[in-house]
């Protein structure tokens, strides 16, 4: 059974970085051929994928994120971590970390519990 586990500040201030780590248990980061995602859901809203980390350690953006976003993963740990820059209030979200495969995004099969981040000054 794969488990996801989102952790990170709750609260981050305008124009900070937002700093969110997904830990893995129950199965490898770098396993064939799997893909590990952000994606978050504003209030009122849907759900809005941001972002993955392939096994191989590859990385694809939302075009609409692109350039605040970034994927990083640390395979000793079996984590994967998401920063987004330059955060306004409307970057606040439950964000969620989930997993794909193999070999197609989505659909997902494991999700975490989802943490809130609220971006106010």
């Known amino acids: 059974q794969v488990q996801l586990q989102e952790s990170g500040p709750g609260l981050v201030k305008p124009p900070q970085t937002l700093s969110l780590t997904c830990t893995v248990s129950?199965?490898?980061?770098?396993?064939?051929?799997?893909?590990w995602s952000w994606i978050r859901q504003p209030p009122g809203k849907g759900l809005e994928w941001i972002g993955y980390?392939?096994?191989?350690?590859?990385?694809y953006y939302s075009p609409s994120l692109k350039s605040r976003t970034s994927i990083s993963r640390d395979t000793d740990k079996n984590q994967f971590t998401l920063q987004l820059s330059f955060v306004s209030p409307e970057d606040t979200a439950v964000y969620y970390c989930?997993?794909?495969?193999?070999?197609?995004?989505?659909?997902?099969?494991?999700w975490g519990q989802g943490t809130q981040v609220t971006v106010s000054s």
């Open positions: 989930a997993r794909a495969g193999p070999g197609v995004v989505p659909p997902y099969d494991y």
């Open positions: 129950g199965g490898s980061i770098a396993t064939n051929y799997y893909y």
């Open positions: 980390i392939a096994y191989s350690g590859s990385t």
